[in-house]
């Protein structure tokens, strides 16, 4: 098997935890369903990034709400790059598979579809 990344990324309503977890969980979800074979049993492991204007709960804890009890979660900051998109939660599963990159299908949902717009039509 190879390891292959699989990244999606969304905006949050505001810096309250169950927006940040509800956005969280409708990611890990969209994710789980542009990729039906993606199980969380194949996952080495999972990292989370929020904006420097989110910060009122840890998003992994949505993948844990889901029952990834036996996956290695981590959370992170991204960089604050001045005009960059307030509100963001960004994901990169790390994935078992045997899957070639083409085949992977990348989530960017509402407002993160104007990051990567050549994916975002994927989502649809």
Request: glycine share 6%; hydrophobic share 40%; with cysteine.
């Amino acid at each position: 098997m190879t390891l292959r990344g699989v990244r999606g990324t969304t905006v949050t309503e505001d810096n309250q935890p169950e927006a940040i977890l509800s956005a969280t969980r409708d990611l890990l979800v969209a994710m789980l369903r542009a990729n039906p074979s993606l199980q969380p049993a194949d996952l080495a492991s999972a990292f989370f990034t929020l904006t420097d204007d989110l910060n009122a709960v840890y998003p992994a804890k949505a993948a844990r709400e889901l029952g990834w009890e036996n996956v290695p979660l981590i959370c992170a900051r991204e960089i604050p790059v001045p005009g960059g998109l307030p509100r963001c939660v960004r994901i990169l599963l790390h994935w078992n598979t045997e899957l070639s990159p083409d085949k992977v299908r990348h989530v960017y949902l509402g407002e993160a579809a104007s990051l990567r717009p050549d994916l975002a039509g994927e989502n649809q």
